[in-house]
């Protein structure tokens, strides 16, 4: 690397470290579409030499064909190792030259990208970006280096306690559907990924029409408009996806045990959420926050933690996914005391469904949930991110300023209202990895084990 580009790097990473929470409001957030009518959501902040970009397809792992799950997180993986006249060394050497970074990343449901760039070198930057996308090589050395990664990751995942819960509690909760497949594929499904799958995937899966953009920072709108037809105008008009069945979620109570010789058990445990566009959506993000997701102000926390001490840690979230929503959570204990805190977490589950929460519980949630999301806004990138994000849940450009009154609305009532429709703890989808003592399988689990 040149002395520019290690000066570039300094200046780029002093930069983000600096970086304060920067207000935004949906004044800030414009819509830029191109001559050639492809929308962003951009946020022009120009005091900080910076640009951010971040894009998503509805692509994710969920669209993998069968016999070829993991070949999302494959093309996410090798799609900057190389393109167009570049080969895999050149391009990386560009990216570093110029302080660029540049990535890809999956999820069940969406392929992302993202882009950081000092302001002088945007131009190139979203160049290589947009030939990343467009005109990705998939070279045999690049790919058959990362093939071998991925499948090294892989087979370290087979001894994971906490990969393998996450893993057998989708298998579990979707059976053979597309939500059980985990995203990073398997041994066998990676080895089975050809060239030709990779080149597909480019071709097909990355269209105009199942994309959202946001951009944060030092750029204007009409810099980013003659961009985004440099950049995405080479995707075809239309994305190639199959179409995606209902997925629906087991219906009934259900405990797998995967044994595994460690002295503390690994316990993930989920059932019905929502959705992001449901109507109770915030009530549920109240309800959670109350349940497992405010950390020590929780009660799966008090109870199970701070009165019993059965766990280091328990906790909550719910999980909006496109075709379903899931609230899931976690903990770690003594082999002893798994069936102790898996019995107490129903207990709480079931006191906040049936008497609902109290007034200070309520009125903590909201104070911290507003009070803490500024922080979420912290960087371009994490902005970038957040008008994605607002894109993909097809949330209006003035939600930033109708998030706090939409949680402050939430009662009481709602709350309860929304825990009976949702929390049922006679139907909790169990997956424990260890040796727990005196739990056995049941249902769905006990068939599968």
Same mark, same amino acid.
């Given at each position: 690397m040149t002395y520019s580009s290690r000066s570039l790097l300094s200046v780029l990473g002093f930069l983000f470290i600096s970086l304060v929470s920067l207000p935004v409001h949906a004044a800030d957030i414009q819509e830029v579409t191109s001559s050639g009518g492809i929308k962003a959501w951009l946020v022009e902040e120009h005091s900080i030499p910076i640009v951010s970009l971040n894009v998503a397809w509805r692509a994710g792992s969920s669209f993998d064909p069968k016999g070829k799950g993991g070949l999302a997180h494959f093309a996410a993986s090798t799609m900057d190792e190389g393109s167009a006249d570049l080969d895999s060394k050149a391009f990386q050497e560009k990216l570093s030259d110029l302080a660029i970074q540049l990535g890809f990343d999956v999820g069940k449901d969406s392929f992302s990208g993202s882009l950081k760039t000092l302001s002088e070198n945007t131009n190139e930057a979203f160049q290589l970006f947009g030939n990343a996308i467009t005109q990705p090589r998939f070279d045999?050395?690049?790919?058959?280096?990362?093939?071998?990664?991925?499948?090294?990751?892989?087979?370290?995942?087979l001894s994971n306690p906490n990969s393998l819960a996450g893993r057998g509690w989708f298998?579990?909760?979707?059976?053979?559907?597309?939500?059980?497949?985990?995203?990073?594929?398997?041994?066998?499904?990676?080895a089975a990924v050809t060239h030709d799958d990779l080149v597909n995937f480019a071709k097909t899966?990355?269209?105009?029409?199942?994309?959202?953009?946001?951009?944060?920072?030092?750029?204007?709108?009409?810099?980013?408009?003659?961009?985004?037809?440099?950049?995405?105008?080479?995707?075809?008009?239309?994305?190639?996806?199959?179409?995606?069945?209902? $997925?629906?979620?087991?219906?009934?109570?259900?405990?797998?045990?995967?044994? $595994?010789?460690?002295? $503390?058990?690994?316990?993930?445990?989920?059932? $019905?959420?929502?959705?992001?566009?449901?109507?109770?959506?915030?009530?549920?993000?109240?309800?959670?926050?109350?349940?497992?997701?405010g950390g020590f102000e929780s009660r799966l926390t008090d109870e199970i933690r701070e009165k019993r001490g059965l766990v280091y840690s328990i906790y909550s979230y719910l999980y909006p996914m496109d075709e379903i929503g899931l609230q899931m959570g976690g903990f770690g204990t003594s082999n002893a005391s798994v069936k102790e805190a898996l019995d107490?977490?129903?207990?709480?589950?079931?006191?906040?469904?049936?008497?609902?929460?109290?007034?200070?519980?309520?009125?903590?949630?909201?104070?911290?949930?507003?009070?803490s999301f500024p922080l979420s806004l912290s960087s371009n990138d994490s902005i970038a991110n957040i008008l994605v994000a607002m894109q993909r849940s097809h949330l209006p450009i003035g939600y930033l300023d109708q998030r706090a009154s939409l949680i402050n609305a939430v009662t009481k009532d709602d709350i309860k209202r929304v825990a009976q429709r949702l929390l049922d703890p006679e139907k909790l989808i169990v997956v424990v990895v260890g040796k727990p003592v005196d739990l056995k399988p049941v249902g769905a689990g006990a068939e599968k084990s």
């Amino acid at each position: 690397m040149t002395y520019s580009s290690r000066s570039l790097l300094s200046v780029l990473g002093f930069l983000f470290i600096s970086l304060v929470s920067l207000p935004v409001h949906a004044a800030d957030i414009q819509e830029v579409t191109s001559s050639g009518g492809i929308k962003a959501w951009l946020v022009e902040e120009h005091s900080i030499p910076i640009v951010s970009l971040n894009v998503a397809w509805r692509a994710g792992s969920s669209f993998d064909p069968k016999g070829k799950g993991g070949l999302a997180h494959f093309a996410a993986s090798t799609m900057d190792e190389g393109s167009a006249d570049l080969d895999s060394k050149a391009f990386q050497e560009k990216l570093s030259d110029l302080a660029i970074q540049l990535g890809f990343d999956v999820g069940k449901d969406s392929f992302s990208g993202s882009l950081k760039t000092l302001s002088e070198n945007t131009n190139e930057a979203f160049q290589l970006f947009g030939n990343a996308i467009t005109q990705p090589r998939f070279d045999k050395e690049p790919v058959e280096r990362i093939r071998g990664q991925i499948l090294n990751s892989l087979n370290q995942r087979l001894s994971n306690p906490n990969s393998l819960a996450g893993r057998g509690w989708f298998r579990l909760a979707f059976g053979d559907q597309a939500y059980s497949r985990p995203s990073n594929g398997t041994i066998k499904t990676i080895a089975a990924v050809t060239h030709d799958d990779l080149v597909n995937f480019a071709k097909t899966r990355l269209g105009k029409d199942n994309m959202v953009i946001g951009v944060v920072g030092d750029i204007t709108a009409k810099d980013l408009s003659a961009l985004l037809d440099k950049t995405f105008g080479g995707l075809p008009e239309k994305a190639d996806l199959p179409t995606m069945p209902p $997925q629906y979620l087991l219906d009934e109570a259900a405990v797998k045990i995967i044994p $595994q010789d460690i002295p $503390q058990s690994i316990v993930t445990f989920g059932g $019905q959420g929502v959705t992001r566009d449901d109507p109770d959506y915030y009530a549920a993000y109240v309800l959670n926050y109350i349940l497992g997701g405010g950390g020590f102000e929780s009660r799966l926390t008090d109870e199970i933690r701070e009165k019993r001490g059965l766990v280091y840690s328990i906790y909550s979230y719910l999980y909006p996914m496109d075709e379903i929503g899931l609230q899931m959570g976690g903990f770690g204990t003594s082999n002893a005391s798994v069936k102790e805190a898996l019995d107490l977490t129903r207990g709480v589950i079931a006191k906040i469904r049936d008497e609902g929460v109290t007034d200070e519980e309520l009125e903590g949630a909201k104070t911290y949930l507003n009070g803490s999301f500024p922080l979420s806004l912290s960087s371009n990138d994490s902005i970038a991110n957040i008008l994605v994000a607002m894109q993909r849940s097809h949330l209006p450009i003035g939600y930033l300023d109708q998030r706090a009154s939409l949680i402050n609305a939430v009662t009481k009532d709602d709350i309860k209202r929304v825990a009976q429709r949702l929390l049922d703890p006679e139907k909790l989808i169990v997956v424990v990895v260890g040796k727990p003592v005196d739990l056995k399988p049941v249902g769905a689990g006990a068939e599968k084990s």
